[in-house]
């Protein structure tokens, strides 16, 4: 079955980077958009990112815009996302996501909780930013 195992979590200061790493398995990965989501404490789950299966095409919410790269390498199943610039509003835990089947990955922050019971996602890291 589909697997899905991110990684790259820490503890950082404002204003570091990090970056997140999602291993993936169990399904063709070079034919799927994936994603990237997090919860922050007391809030509601947020969309973060969005990428196409050839990686090509990107899309991110608009407060990691600038701050955020999304990537993958389809030779090695892996999803990344690149963070800089980080801030105490970025703790959180992140999650990687697959789109149930064929469909496309989250452009805004719409149908998320449906998300979470039809697509993939993993168990997620924490990042925690603090000084």
């Known amino acids: 079955q589909v697997q899905l195992v991110e990684s790259g979590g820490g503890l950082v200061q404002p204003g570091g980077s990090l970056t997140l790493s999602c291993a993936a398995s169990?399904?063709?990965?070079?034919?799927?958009?994936m994603y990237w989501i997090r919860q922050a404490p007391g809030k509601e789950i947020e969309w973060v990112s969005s990428i196409n299966p050839a990686g090509s095409v990107t899309y991110y919410g608009d407060f990691v815009k600038g701050r955020f790269t999304v990537s993958r390498d389809n030779t090695k199943n892996a999803l990344y996302l690149q963070m800089n610039s980080l801030n105490t509003d970025d703790t959180a835990v992140y999650y990687c996501?697959?789109?149930?089947?064929?469909?496309?990955?989250?452009?805004?922050?719409?149908?998320?909780?449906?998300?979470?019971?039809?697509?993939?996602w993993g168990q997620g890291t924490q990042v925690t930013v603090s000084s």
């Open positions: 996501g697959k789109p149930r089947d064929y469909t496309t990955a989250p452009v805004n922050q719409n149908g998320l909780a449906q998300r979470r019971i039809r697509d993939a």
């Open positions: 169990g399904f063709t990965f070079n034919t799927y958009w």
